[in-house]
T-cell receptor
Framework: EAQVTQNPRYLITVTGKKLTVTCSQN?????MSWYRQDPGLGLRQIYYSMNVEVTDKGDVPEGYKVSRKEKRNFPLILESPSPNQTSLYFC????????????FGSGTRLTVV | DAKTTQPPSMDCAEGRAANLPCNHSTISGNEYVYWYRQIHSQGPQYIIHGLKNNETNEMASLIITEDRKSSTLILPHATLRDTAVYYC?????????????FGQGTELSVKP
């Protein structure tokens, strides 16, 4: 089944403890992106990647890192999480950044205490 | 990306057609209309998109007015599982970062 898989689905962590949210797609998509969703603010793009080794900042990149060493994987790294990064995170992928629908993962609900 | 306006909520009886409107009066010639939906905190799901012709797929139909200033998403036979927030998004074929700008959407409630 064609899908975007995120792990973990739920995570509670403490301030400052590095964590990684994984994202993997099995559709050979070139484009991948991370969003966060917060009440009243909608979905906002964090980072995106056009292809392997090509990544760039979205609208809210502060406090996050990403890497794209392989086409299928696009992990989101929080080096020193803070409570304001408590949010619902979604990874998305597409054949390209234009003209196609995006496939989203099921989401990762992160709580930083 | 052009701004969109959608009603905040709508109801629909199960089995009937759900017609969800979207106003995008400032749309420009190179902008597509996309529809996504989100079922209770799940990942958004792509439904359909179009430029100026009407489009249909296995999920829905998209009707775009001739002047392209508005569109309607039609779910022909709504089921309870179609209860979700529906987002109308207008964006050019290429935009910075390929991002989607989700507005407030329409919360569709399908009732038995």
């Amino acid at each position: 089944e064609a899908q975007v898989t995120q792990n973990p689905r739920y995570l509670i962590t403490v301030t400052g403890k590095k964590l990684t949210v994984t994202c993997s797609q099995n559709m050979n998509h070139e484009y991948m992106s991370w969003y966060r969703q917060d009440p009243g603010l909608g979905l906002r793009q964090i980072y995106y990647s056009m292809n392997v080794e090509v990544t760039d900042k979205g609208d809210v990149p502060e406090g996050y890192k990403v890497s794209r060493k392989e086409k299928r994987n696009f992990p989101l790294i929080l080096e020193s999480p803070s409570p304001n990064q408590t949010s619902l995170y979604f990874c998305a992928s597409s054949l390209s950044r234009s003209g196609y629908g995006y496939t989203f993962g099921s989401g990762t609900r992160l709580t930083v205490v | 990306d052009a701004k969109t306006t959608q009603p905040p909520s709508m109801d629909c009886a199960e089995g009937r057609a759900a017609n969800l409107p979207c106003n995008h009066s400032t749309i420009s010639g190179n902008e597509y209309v996309y529809w996504y939906r989100q079922i209770h905190s799940q990942g958004p799901q792509y439904i359909i998109h179009g430029l100026k012709n009407n489009e249909t797929n296995e999920m829905a139909s998209l009707i775009i007015t001739e002047d392209r200033k508005s569109s309607t998403l039609i779910l022909p036979h709504a089921t309870l599982r179609d209860t979700a927030v529906y987002y109308c998004i207008v964006r050019p074929i290429y935009n910075q970062g390929g991002k989607l700008i989700f507005g407030q959407g329409t919360e569709l409630s399908v009732k038995p």
